[in-house]
């Protein structure tokens, strides 16, 4: 069975870095495009942060240059380095692995900035 669990959330001042941690349990975890989202209620959830298998990354506009997405395939982890975090950064964090046609979810990690 596939899982990924998000950790790491937590309350930061505006400013600050919080670093969020997915733990797979997955087979072939090196294969999976691994993703970032983040969901604010009444909103849609918006992809943050994508590495793909080769390690090639990429970022939403709103967080470039802040966030960095990275990987562990022996150790079965994805990370994303969040520096110089913003209000409008706090949102739930959701971990995301694809496969082929495939997608599972974390459960999500709550992440809040206060200003």
């Known amino acids: 069975q596939v899982q990924f669990v998000e950790s790491g959330g937590g309350l930061v001042q505006s400013g600050g870095s919080l670093r969020l941690s997915c733990a797979a349990s997955a087979l072939f975890f090196s294969h999976y495009t691994m993703n970032w989202f983040r969901q604010t209620p009444g909103k849609q959830r918006e992809l943050v942060a994508t590495?793909?298998?080769?390690?090639?990354?990429d970022y939403a506009d709103s967080v470039k240059g802040r966030f960095t997405i990275s990987r562990d395939n022996a150790k079965k982890l994805v990370y994303l380095q969040m520096n110089f975090l913003k209000p409008e950064d706090t949102a739930v964090y959701y971990c995301?692995?694809?496969?082929?046609?495939?997608?599972?979810w974390g459960q999500g990690t709550q992440v809040t900035v206060s200003s």
């Open positions: 995301c692995g694809a496969l082929g046609s495939r997608t599972f």
């Open positions: 590495i793909s298998s080769g390690d090639t990354t």
